[in-house]
Antibody
Framework: EVVLLESGGGSVQPGGSLRISCAAS????????MSWVRQAPGKGLEWVSS????????FYADSVKGRFTISRDNSKNTLFLEMSSLKAEDAAVYYC???????????WGQGTLVTVSS | DIQMTQSPSSLSASVGDRVTITCRAS??????LNWYQQKPGKAPKLLIF???SLQSGVPSRFSGSGFGTDFTLTISSLQPEDFATYYC?????????FGGGTKVEIK
C-alpha cells in the first residue's frame, strides 16, 4: 500500500523559512515524479511544484518560483519542500502527491499545515 | 497557463439523483484530465484519470468522458457518501491547474 506522510508544518513569521517533508512507502520512490499541492483555508487546490523521479527536472508555480525549492532523497524515500521569504498568502495545508508530470496525482498524503503570521 | 473552468460551482441533489459536473479547458489537453473528490478536512482522492479511466476501488457509479477541451464527471446514482467537493485537473502542461471545484450538497 502506498503511504505518504507529510511533516514539518508549523507557524512562521512573514519573511521566514520552513522545510516540510514527505516520507513515502509502498512503491519504488525513485521511479516516480512527486508533487506538492496546497490549499489555503476555505479555498481550492493549487499546484505548487513537481519533481522528476531522478530529481533532475523541477517545475514551479509562478507564485513560488525563486522562493521555494523542491528536492528529494531517493535513498530515504523522502520528498522535501524548502520554503523561504514566506508570505501570508503561502499559508495553507500542503499536500504531497505521487505523480504530476503527464500523470494524475495520487495517492495524496494527509497534509501538513503551514501558518504565516506575525 | 491553461485555465480549467468547472460548472456548476455548487449543486444540491438528492440521494439517487444523477449528477453531472462539467470541466472546460482553455486549450486542448487531449485526455490528460483527472477528477478528484475531497471531503472536509481530508486529502483529495483520485476518482478518474485520463478523462475516463476509473481509479481502482472507486465505485462504478462514477464515470468520466470527454477529450480535448470539454469533459464531464457523472455520478449515476448519488449516494450519501458522495456529498463532497469535486475538482478537475489537467496534467498535460505545467503549471498543472485545477478547476475551482464543485460542491455537491444534500437537497
Amino acid at each position: 500500500e502506498v503511504v505518504l506522510l507529510e511533516s514539518g508544518g508549523g507557524s512562521v513569521q512573514p519573511g521566514g523559512s520552513l522545510r516540510i517533508s514527505c516520507a513515502a512507502s509502498g512503491f519504488i520512490f525513485s521511479s516516480h515524479a512527486m508533487s506538492w499541492v496546497r490549499q489555503a483555508p476555505g479555498k481550492g487546490l493549487e499546484w505548487v511544484s513537481s519533481l522528476s523521479g531522478n530529481g533532475g527536472s523541477t517545475f514551479y508555480a509562478d507564485s513560488v518560483k525563486g522562493r521555494f525549492t523542491i528536492s528529494r532523497d531517493n535513498s530515504k524515500n523522502t520528498l522535501f519542500l524548502e520554503m523561504s521569504s514566506l508570505k501570508a498568502e503561502d499559508a495553507a495545508v500542503y499536500y504531497c502527491a505521487k505523480g504530476g508530470l503527464l500523470r494524475f496525482l495520487g495517492p495524496w498524503g494527509q497534509g501538513t499545515l503551514v501558518t504565516v503570521s506575525s | 497557463d491553461i485555465q480549467m473552468t468547472q460548472s456548476p460551482s455548487s449543486l444540491s441533489a438528492s440521494v439517487g439523483d444523477r449528477v453531472t459536473i462539467t470541466c472546460r479547458a482553455s486549450q486542448s489537453i487531449s485526455n490528460y484530465l483527472n477528477w478528484y473528490q475531497q471531503k472536509p478536512g481530508k486529502a483529495p482522492k483520485l476518482l478518474i484519470f485520463g478523462a475516463s479511466s476509473l481509479q481502482s476501488g472507486v465505485p462504478s457509479r462514477f464515470s468520466g468522458s470527454g477529450f480535448g477541451t470539454d469533459f464531464t464527471l457523472t455520478i449515476s446514482s448519488l449516494q450519501p457518501e458522495d456529498f463532497a467537493t469535486y475538482y478537475c485537473q489537467q496534467s498535460f502542461f505545467t503549471p498543472l491547474t485545477f478547476g475551482g471545484g464543485t460542491k455537491v450538497e444534500i437537497k
